[in-house]
């Protein structure tokens, strides 16, 4: 007998942390009837997770909530750099990098900049965001089974504050439940990767005159190297709110308990050189760094996302913004098939294209904490400071996956950044005047697939409005120049053509996550039927 269904939503997501709630807002944004439920029963409430790095601030700025969450980070707004001394009261002191973004030059290639953001300030943001876009989300509710079949996925939820159990039926199911899924366990999907690289425990706490000895050294994170008191401290308020990740050696058979607050408070103190320094221990909480990434990103009609599907090394913050960032892929593809303008074959590019990237940022965060020596972490041998940040936060590419035009063995992040609009490449930012007022290209990629045109691209704008009106599709085309006739115009100075590597008469075709779909460098003789099989093989129509 089939249960009764007291619940129907197109899509059901498991998980209310980072990954989940931003899931959350970007459904809502495209107009996606959601569900999500959470076993905890509020946000978190530890300071942790709060590097948001320029590519995830692009997506949030699109959402329209870029503003609100640095008003809700505020506090560290001054802070920056990576500090690495044996304790802050002696002289040996050195920067592994002072600026995250020296010389400002990051504005040359982004609307955005990073954004110091701590969990438990950022997640009450996208959950009042995602709850206003109309998100029906439920703390304190836990999934306790799921089965699919070829229609959608009928899932057992209960309340764990009145025990009510409820059976929802969705046509998807968002898997964003952690490192530990549940739901990836379900489907018998593994692992690979190094596995687990080491463990700390994050101590809050709080010490009135540590802020003293800090002085104007606003850093993002302190690594304190002493071999007897390592660990790494980082701000909270930079007045007397702190956080201490303390290595904690499991593997040696050394209990959890063993982390007494009077032990907490003598190793800190310790580490920072500062004996008579007056600790409160407000908090702890264990955590274990790993490299694994999921076998498969999911089964028939559950995807993973995030923590789920991969873990990384937390220096660099690199796990969450690729969490929020394999959301952002998956939202727009599901509310393009659930919207009928996209084919079933589409979602399978989910997993084409972010499970690459997860493997190789995934390496570049543990080299990484071995190159900034994360206490815990052993240093591998023959890793060096590393370059190319921007290249694995800002230029990975999809090689495969929902594009056309690309090389299958190219890279998936380059030696060095490039922004040159190639085909599986984030679209270039560049400003814009629209009636006077300015806007990024990058504010145009969120609803419809995008067709951008040089001055001389007319026919690729009304070629590219008849195979879309043809095959259902959304299609906002945009021809960029100085013209009277011009939809948009660059700045003074600017080369919208040769910024997106095509000539005057050329064309690109954007995806609403702001990847390069396709691009014709010049003209053809049938834009409507080019840009026709370039829809089709994006969307797999």
């Known amino acids: 007998m089939n249960p009764k269904v007291d619940d129907r939503v197109p899509v059901l997501i498991v998980g209310g942390s980072l990954v989940g709630l931003s899931a959350a807002l970007f459904l809502g944004r495209l107009g996606v009837r959601h569900l999500l439920v959470e076993k905890h029963a509020d946000t978190s409430h530890h300071p942790r997770g709060r590097g948001n790095n320029v590519r995830t601030m692009e997506l949030y700025r699109v959402a329209g909530i870029e503003a609100a969450i640095r008003e809700a980070a505020s506090v560290l707004a001054p802070n920056h750099g990576i500090l690495q001394a044996p304790s802050l009261t002696g002289e040996e002191q050195e920067w592994l990098f002072r600026e995250i973004d020296p010389g400002g030059r990051l504005a040359r290639f982004s609307p955005s900049s990073w954004c110091l953001c701590s969990q438990n300030d950022l997640e009450p943001v996208l959950r009042r965001s995602a709850r206003e876009l109309g998100a029906d989300i439920r703390f304190s509710t836990e999934l306790l089974s799921f089965e699919q079949d070829a229609e959608g996925v009928t899932a ?12 929802v039926r969705a046509q998807y199911l968002i898997a964003a439940d952690g490192p530990r899924s549940p739901s990836r366990t379900r489907l018998g999907i593994g692992q690979t990767g190094q596995g687990e690289l080491f463990h700390n425990v994050s101590i809050t706490f709080r010490a009135k005159r540590l802020a003293e000895v800090v002085g104007d050294r606003h850093f993002i994170a302190c690594y304190l190297t002493d071999p007897e008191a390592d660990g790494a401290l980082l701000p909270v308020d930079n007045r007397e709110e702190w956080v201490f990740h303390a290595p904690w050696h499991p593997e ?35 955590w274990h760094a790993a490299e694994r990434v999921a076998e498969r990103y999911g089964a028939g009609r559950v995807f993973l996302a995030g923590d789920s599907a991969h873990e990384m090394s937390p220096t660099g913050a690199f796990g969450s913004n690729t969490g929020i960032q394999d959301a952002h892929n998956l939202a727009w593809k599901l509310a393009a098939v659930l919207c009928g303008w996209a084919g079933p074959g589409l979602l399978e590019t989910y997993e084409q294209e972010r499970r690459p990237v997860a493997q190789v940022t995934g390496e570049r965060a543990s080299a990484r904490s071995a190159e900034h020596s994360h206490p815990g972490y052993a240093v591998v041998p023959g890793v060096g400071r590393q370059a190319g940040v921007l290249a694995v936060a800002l230029g990975y590419r999809y090689p495969r996956g929902a594009v056309a035009g690309t090389d299958p063995a190219g890279p998936v992040v380059p030696e060095a950044f490039e922004s040159a609009g190639e085909p599986g490449s984030r679209a270039p930012h560049q400003w814009l005047l629209r009636a006077g007022v300015r806007l990024s290209t990058l504010d145009l990629y969120e609803q419809t697939m995008v067709l951008l045109t040089g001055s001389e691209g007319a026919a690729w704008q009304e070629g590219a409005r008849r195979a879309a009106d043809r095959l259902a599709v959304p299609l906002d085309a945009y021809r960029i120049g100085d013209g009277a006739d011009d939809d948009l115009a660059p700045e003074p100075g600017a080369d919208f053509a040769a910024v997106h590597g095509i000539r005057p008469a050329g064309a690109l075709l954007v995806r609403p996550d702001g990847f390069v779909a396709w691009r014709s460098e010049g003209p053809v003789e049938d834009p409507a039927g080019t840009v026709g099989r370039a829809l089709r093989e994006v969307l797999s129509l």
């Open 156 to 167: 057992l939820l209960r309340s764990r504050e009145t025990g009510e159990e409820r059976v």
């Open 252 to 286: 040696r058979g050394e209990p959890l308990e063993a982390f007494t607050d009077e032990r907490c408070a003598r190793h800190i103190r310790a580490a920072v050189g500062m004996p008579e320094l007056d600790v409160e221990v407000t908090g702890k909480a264990p």
